[in-house]
Every structure is written in C-alpha cells, then in structure tokens.
C-alpha cells in the first residue's frame, strides 16, 4: 500500500501547532490595545490609588505617565493634568475650574498648533495606552469631525509660523538688553531701529503685536514704520 500524501497533515498541524504556543503563549494574548476610556474611567487614573497606573489625556490620546510620578502624582506639580483630558491648560496655564478642560474653543491657530506639539512630546517621552471617548474621539475609537478640525487648524498655525519667520527674516531684528541700572535698549548694527507690525500675527494668534526691525536709511520713509517713543528719528540706538 503505497504512502498517502494527506497523512502528513495531521502532524504538519500539530507541528505547526506547537510552534505557535512555544512563541505565543496564551497568557501573553494581547490586550484591548488601544484602550477606549470614559471621563470617568480615566479619573480612577489621578495617581491617587497607588495600586494604579497615572494617566493623562490630550487632545484625546491617553498616555501613561507613571515614570513621571513625582511630576503627576499627588503633590507633584502636573498633578492637575493626570486622569483627565486639560488639554487647554496646555497654553492657557489656567490650572482650576473650567480651565482644566479639553475644549480648545476660540483659541488662535498658534495656541492648537502648540497643544498639538505637547501631544507628539508625549507620544515621543510616555506609553499611549488609549484613546478618551467624547470631544475627539466617538465610541468606537474613531475621530471626531472636532478632531479633524484641530488638527487642520493646527497646520494652518504651523504654516502661519513658517510664513512669518521666513517673511521677518527679510529684516533683521534689534539687538536689545536690559540692565536693572540702566533698563531696556535696543539698537542696530547696520539701520535704524524701528517697531513694525508682524505681518501674519492677527491671523495666526487673533491679536495684533509689533517687533523690533532694522531699516536702512533710504526706507525709513515706508509706512507702518514706528520710532520708539522718547527715541530720535536717526537714532541708531535707543534706551527705553
């Protein structure tokens, strides 16, 4: 009787079979990964219950922070942000009340670009273990259209920032010092110190703010140009 090619396969699975539970023992199956969290799951995470991790949220994600205890756990300075999402606290630094929350509703687009570069820090420096379930991510794990919406503005913030830095390197800056004897002063190498508007800044952070430039005699007759008060016009030096 001659040999069977389909008696082999019971002992190629078995062999197959046992290769797989020498590497990949049952008590080593997966986790839920990523985690999905409650409000209040995540609050169980504060660092109050030492048997627990410390967790913390942004913008959604969840990391743990656990080798960060003496920063977020009780007493330590960050404790504010572990077991909950704070994500505005990130820039507005109100660390009470309704500051501690995830909403980042009227902030200027440099404000979410900023939170969204604290998310990547903790995506670098901690263990993301989930995602919290609400503003930005529904319950399936999924992100939310609010999500999507900081996410776009903070590229817009980010390619605000690129235009303005390439646009401002145009002009050199004032050097400037300050002394508690003699105070503040500002001057220029080669120009004449002058305080002009930021070209992007009331779209990039909804408000309106000068810096200090250097222009060469010939341009001083431009608008928008501003001699600092107490500072004569050809001055190439002026204390403030």
């Known amino acids: 009787m001659g040999w069977s090619p389909f008696l082999g396969i019971p002992l190629i699975v078995a062999l197959l079979s046992f290769l797989f539970y020498k590497n990949f023992p049952l008590n080593s199956a997966p986790q839920n990964f990523p985690r999905l969290f409650t409000v209040e799951e995540l609050a169980l995470y504060n660092g109050s219950d030492p048997r627990l991790p410390i967790f913390l949220g942004i913008i959604g994600s969840v990391f743990d922070v656990s080798k960060g205890k003496s920063h977020y756990g009780i007493g330590g300075g960050y404790n504010h942000f572990a077991g909950r999402d704070a994500s505005r606290a990130f820039v507005s630094g109100n660390f009470t009340g309704d500051g501690l929350t995830d909403s980042l509703r009227d902030l200027s687009s440099a404000e979410v670009k900023s939170i969204v570069d604290w998310r990547d820090f903790y995506f670098r ?7 919290l379930v609400g503003r930005y991510y529904d319950s399936e794990g999924n992100p939310t259209k609010y999500l999507k919406g900081v996410e776009a503005k903070a590229a817009r913030g980010a390619q605000l920032m690129e235009k303005q830095k390439n646009e401002e390197a145009k ?3 004032c050097n400037s010092r300050w002394s508690q004897q ?3 002063e500002v001057w220029c190498d080669d120009g004449y110190p002058r305080l002009v508007q ?3 800044e009331i779209a990039l952070t909804g408000k309106m703010s000068k810096r ?3 222009f060469k005699e010939e341009d001083l007759d ?3 140009l501003e001699v600092y008060e107490g500072c004569d ?8």
């Open 198 to 200: 930021r070209p992007t």
């Open 182 to 184: 003699e105070g503040s």
């Open 212 to 214: 200090c430039a250097c």
């Open 125 to 131: 420096t901690y263990t993301y273990v989930g995602k």
């Open 233 to 240: 016009y050809s001055a190439k030096t002026c204390q403030l």
């Open 222 to 224: 431009q608008p928008g």
């Open 171 to 173: 002009l050199p800056s």
